[in-house]
Structures are given as structure tokens and as C-alpha cells.
């Protein structure tokens, strides 16, 4: 940035729902998806569906985070390469998420961010590409799964962090104040 001021700019929580979402993903959550089969074992007692196009490879992991609240604003976006990225909630507390469309470019598209508020009872698998930035906590101590590929996990270690980004094969993280002189600020 060339010292300039920053920008605030206001983004709306809006209600996550299935179309609201779709150029990001999909929920995941229950009635979600297609297709529901009955297991061969339990006497009927298990349906089973496939909710979302989730994509990943040996490399995948599952992680825990518990959210504090934290100020609602953006100062980071990351996209994933090779994964579906996905935030599946535990224990019902409504979350804020924030998402842009995949861009061909290496930034991106800061003038259709949207923000979503999810109701804590259905996750999000992220379409790959998709730039977000990590779930906001509306309540204290929310627990979020969140399923990724470890080498974003390397990705983001200490020692590839250069000038308050990060890089590598599954992981573009871009510093938006940085870069645009924007920050966002998420209307709950």
C-alpha cells in the first residue's frame, strides 16, 4: 500500500441458504444433497446420503476449531487448489462466513465479497477456488470441524509466511489491506 488511508466497506450477513450459496458451495447439512440410500445393515435404521461434491486426496485431514467472537472484519482471503474446504459445526451456535467467486486472476474480486450468516445447523463445503476467509464466531467458544488437506496446513506455517501472506500449492492467502487498501466490516 502507498500509505493512502484505508477503506471500510460494510458487508451484510445475509441468511446461508442453499442459493444464496451456490456459486461458493454447497450446505451440508441435514436435506441436503442427493440420493439417499438406506444401509444393507441395521434393519433400515441408517439412511445415508452423499450432501456435497466434496473433493480431497490422501493428503486430507480433519481438524477441530473452537471460535471465540472476533472483530467482523476482513483483512485476509485464501482460496484452496486441490480441496473442497469444509466447515461443519458442532453444538448449534450460529457462525458468520465470508466468500468470493473463483477468479482466474490472482486477487480477488473484492467488489462482489458477500457475507453469510449460518444458523449453526448446517456446514459449508467450499466449491475449490473459492476465496473466503475463516468462519467468525458469533458466540463464544464455537466448534467448528474443518476438513482441508494437511499440506494447506503446511502452507500456512510460520516459515512460508512472507510479507503477511502465505503460498504454496493448495493455498493462495492474500493480506486484502495490504494490497487494496480496503478493510470490510461485517454488519451481523
Known amino acids: 500500500m502507498d500509505g493512502s488511508p ?3 466497506r460494510i458487508l451484510e450477513a445475509k441468511p446461508a441458504t442453499p442459493e444464496a450459496l451456490a456459486p461458493y458451495g454447497q450446505i451440508l447439512g441435514a436435506g441436503t444433497g442427493g440420493g439417499t440410500g438406506v444401509s444393507d445393515f441395521y434393519e433400515g435404521a441408517v439412511a445415508i446420503s452423499k450432501p456435497v461434491d466434496f473433493k480431497s486426496d490422501d493428503d486430507t485431514e480433519l481438524t477441530f476449531a473452537t471460535l471465540q467472537p472476533r472483530k467482523f472484519e476482513i483483512k485476509y482471503l485464501e482460496r484452496h487448489f486441490k480441496h473442497t474446504q469444509t466447515f461443519i459445526p ?3 451456535k450460529p457462525f458468520v462466513a ?3 467467486a473463483p477468479t482466474e486472476g490472482e ?3 473484492i467488489n462482489s465479497l458477500e457475507a453469510f450468516r ?3 445447523q448446517a456446514g459449508f463445503a467450499m466449491h475449490i477456488g473459492t476465496w473466503h476467509e475463516f468462519p467468525f464466531a458469533i458466540e463464544a467458544d464455537t466448534n467448528i ?3 482441508l488437506r494437511h499440506e494447506t496446513m503446511r502452507n500456512l506455517s510460520t516459515e512460508n ?3 503477511d501472506e502465505a503460498q504454496g500449492p493448495d493455498l493462495d492467502k ?3 489491506v495490504q494490497r487494496t487498501g480496503v478493510i470490510f466490516e461485517i454488519a451481523v
Open 161 to 163: 509466511v512472507k510479507n
Open 6 to 8: 484505508i477503506e471500510r
Open 107 to 109: 486477487m480477488p474480486d
Open 90 to 92: 458442532l453444538g448449534g
Open 98 to 100: 465470508v466468500f468470493g
Open 174 to 176: 492474500k493480506n486484502l
Open 145 to 147: 470441524v474443518v476438513i
Open 118 to 120: 449460518f444458523d449453526g
